[in-house]
């Protein structure tokens, strides 16, 4: 069979890999615990779960708008009023499945081959396959956990050329935690000023798994509201995230080009997913708090057990449900009998000698670090540690 070059250089998505492969491992009988995958471990809030069964019993069953429902975009558009203090009207808006897909539609309808596209890493999994797809040129900016894994104002002023067109931006990060505040927002918008041609993906998908400071919306940062594609969806602040939808809020010309790119491909997203949205969009944020409440719980547990593992340099995630350790303290030494040389080695040995999943840090341009998803039980978090200690202290 000869499959295209497109699909033959495309990297499989390591997230999920692994997610799969602890599902594997599990359902073979072994006592896996996965802190891969990044999906919250509530069920999805009565009051939505409502929404989607008045949609069924009231027989939406038909193709949706390719832009979503015209209430669902009125609904998202009072929320990003409310919560971001950002004005977009309904026609500025477009629902897809899923914030990967709203991501999708925005690099394929933005960057032509050739076009330098800024990754500050670490940097979520997919943000690069994409900018492959549509041939465009990845350019990471690299930092370290001596700067809470982020980027300076000099640092994007030196990765910026004529070529660059798009800036992908993630706060709360996924992997890192990290969180800027609005200062560094502001300073970065600053370097962005002198270089009109730069578009910004501003991925909020983490706002509300929020624990210390504001979150702060890129198209708020003077002179960049036309700049910026804002992305954000339902999977993480109210576990849903197999429901599907996610959406942008853009300058009306980038949500007319992703609408005509969604056409072509998936047409309008899931309609009783849609209809759940609406509910999600209007309730309070408060109503989320439990969830948000126990995420801050295991971010403690989790961050002071594995500062007791000699080796493993932590920051204080200040968001999402992530930590990202740099473990490259174990580099170039063997243990049980396995050489260590990368970040992919570190995560396997954890994987197979202690049956704990995460994800290597290569997956995120960040090959010091490996990932643990908290998004999990006490009890899991508690013992996953535990093995991972006896293992390393051996
Ligand atoms: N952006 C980031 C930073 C993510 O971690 C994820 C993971 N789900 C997504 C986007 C995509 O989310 P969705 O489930 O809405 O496709
Ligand atoms: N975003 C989640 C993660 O990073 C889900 C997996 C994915 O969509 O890649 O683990």
């Known amino acids: 069979m000869t499959l295209s070059g497109r699909i033959n250089s495309l990297p499989i998505s390591q997230t999920l890999a692994m997610a799969a492969k602890a599902r594997e491992l599990k359902q073979s009988g072994k006592d896996i615990i996965s802190l891969s995958l990044g999906e919250p471990d509530f069920n999805t809030p009565t009051f939505i779960k409502a929404a989607a ?3 069924i019993n009231q027989n939406y069953n ?26 977009y009207k309904p026609s500025q808006i477009v629902v897809s499945t899923g914030a990967k897909q709203a991501l999708a539609n925005t690099v394929l309808s933005l960057v032509n081959p050739g076009d330098e596209v800024l990754l500050p890493a670490p940097f979520w999994v997919s943000y690069d396959a994409m900018v492959q797809l549509a041939e465009g040129v990845s350019i990471t900016i690299p930092t370290t ?33 990290s969180v800027y505040s609005e200062e560094e927002y ?7 000023e002198k270089h009109p041609q730069i578009y910004i993906i501003s991925d909020e998908i983490y706002e509300h798994i929020l624990y210390e400071g504001k979150t702060f919306s890129f198209a708020n940062v003077p002179n960049m509201y036309e700049r910026t594609i804002t992305v954000n969806g339902v999977s993480k602040a109210f576990a849903m995230t197999g429901w599907r939808v996610g959406y942008i809020a853009a300058p009306e010309p980038i949500a007319k080009a992703c609408i005509k790119m969604q056409g072509q491909f998936t047409s309008g997203t899931n309609c ?20 948000v409440e126990a995420f801050a719980k295991r971010r403690t547990l989790i961050t002071d057990l594995l500062k007791e593992i ?37 995560s396997m040995l954890l994987l197979e000698e202690t049956l704990v999943a995460t994800v290597t840090g ?6 010091e670090c490996i990932r643990f998803s908290y998004a999990t039980s006490n009890d899991l978090i508690k013992e996953a540690v535990k093995r991972i200690k006896i293992l390393l202290e051996a």
């Open 310 to 346: 000699p080796g493993f340099k932590l920051n204080n995630p200040q968001g999402a449900f992530y930590v990202f350790p740099d473990i490259s303290f174990y580099f170039g030494k063997t243990i049980r009998g396995r050489k260590i040389a990368n970040a992919s080695d570190f």
């Open 362 to 367: 290569d997956a995120f341009g960040a090959p």
């Open 272 to 291: 009783i997913a849609q209809r759940a949205t609406i509910a999600a969009m209007e309730a309070p944020v408060s109503s989320i708090n439990y969830m």
């Open 62 to 87: 038909t193709y949706t708008p390719v832009a979503g429902y015209d209430d669902l975009r009125e609904a998202i558009a009072k929320k990003l009023l409310r919560d971001n203090e950002l004005s």
């Open 186 to 192: 502001k300073a970065l918008g600053k370097v962005l």
């Open 53 to 55: 069964i008045a949609a």
């Open 145 to 177: 956990i001596d700067s809470n894994f982020k980027i300076t104002p000099a640092q994007l002023e030196a990765a910026i050329t004529p070529k660059t067109k798009l800036l992908f931006f993630n706060s709360p990060n996924n992997p890192s935690g």
